[in-house]
C-alpha cells in the first residue's frame, strides 16, 4: 500500500536559517505529493503540491520537487521567520481505481525562534 | 466564503456516553473525510464519503459511525464502543471523488473523555 515517512523533529531554527524536511514515499503508480501545514489548534492548510515527476510545488517560499527517481518531496525554505513555527506533513494521493485517499506521514514540529 | 466548519470546537464526553461531531461544507465537494490526529502522529482516515448516501470504511472506522443524509454534511458519531476517543478530530472535503484532488480541511474539534 501506499506509504509517507518523513523527518522526524522537532526541529529548532533561528529566524533567516535554512530548513530542510526530508519526505520519501511508497506508492504504486504515479501518485501526487502535497504538503500541509498546521499551525497551533487549527486545521491543516494546503501548503504546495505536484502531480507529476520532476515538478516542483511552491508557495510563501517554501518549495518542493517531486522527484521519481529517489521517491521523494523534500520541503525546503531558504529563510524562515518565526510565523513559520508549525507541524509540516507530508501526504500522496494514489492514482487509479480507487486509491486517491491521502496518507500522511506523522508530521515534523518545526520551532523558529527569533 | 466558502469553507468547512466543524462544531464545537472542544468537546467533553463522560465514558459511555456517544457524541456527535459536525462537519459541513458549502465548497459544493462531493466527497467528505474524517480524521483522527494523535499527539505526534500523522492523520488516520476515519470514514470516507465520495456521495450522499454512501460512505466506506477507512483504516480506523471501529466504535465510530457517519452518515451522508445532504452533500453539506457529514457528521461524525463516536460511540461508546471506542476505547480511546480522546484525539483531534478533522474533516476534509475534495471537488470530486475518484480523482486526485486538494483536500480541504475544517479547523477540527478537539474530543476529551473525561
Known amino acids: 500500500g501506499n506509504s509517507v515517512t518523513q523527518m522526524e523533529g522537532p526541529v529548532t531554527l533561528s529566524e533567516e536559517a535554512f530548513l530542510t524536511i526530508n519526505c520519501t514515499y511508497t506508492?504504486?503508480?504515479?501518485?501526487?505529493l502535497f504538503w500541509y501545514v498546521q499551525y497551533p489548534g487549527e486545521g491543516l492548510q494546503l501548503l504546495l503540491k505536484a502531480t507529476k515527476a520532476d515538478d516542483k510545488g511552491s508557495n510563501k517560499g517554501f518549495e518542493a520537487t517531486y522527484r521519481k527517481e529517489t521517491t521523494s518531496f523534500h520541503l525546503e525554505k531558504g529563510s524562515v521567520q518565526v510565523s513559520d513555527s508549525a507541524v509540516y506533513f507530508c501526504?500522496?494521493?494514489?492514482?487509479?481505481?480507487?486509491?486517491?485517499?491521502?496518507?500522511f506521514g506523522a508530521g515534523t514540529t518545526v520551532t523558529v525562534r527569533a | 466564503d466558502g469553507g468547512i466548519t466543524q462544531s464545537p470546537k472542544y468537546l467533553f464526553r463522560k465514558e459511555g456516553q456517544n457524541v456527535t461531531l459536525s462537519c459541513e461544507q458549502n465548497?459544493?465537494?462531493?466527497?467528505m473525510y474524517w480524521y483522527r490526529q494523535d499527539p505526534g502522529q500523522g492523520l488516520r482516515l476515519i470514514y470516507y464519503?465520495?456521495?450522499?448516501?454512501?460512505?466506506q470504511k477507512g483504516d480506523i472506522a471501529e466504535g465510530y459511525s457517519v452518515s451522508r443524509e445532504k452533500k453539506e454534511s457529514f457528521p461524525l458519531t463516536v460511540t461508546s464502543a471506542q476505547k480511546n476517543p480522546t484525539a483531534f478530530y478533522l474533516c476534509?472535503?475534495?471537488?470530486?471523488?475518484?480523482?486526485?484532488?486538494?483536500?480541504?480541511f475544517g479547523p477540527g474539534t478537539r474530543l476529551t473523555v473525561l
Open positions: 476534509a472535503s475534495t471537488k470530486r471523488a475518484g480523482e486526485v484532488n486538494t483536500q480541504y
Open positions: 464519503s465520495q456521495i450522499v448516501n454512501d460512505f
Open positions: 465548497l459544493n465537494h462531493d466527497a
Open positions: 501526504a500522496l494521493s494514489g492514482y487509479g481505481s480507487n486509491d486517491y485517499k491521502l496518507s
Open positions: 506508492a504504486t503508480g504515479y501518485p501526487s
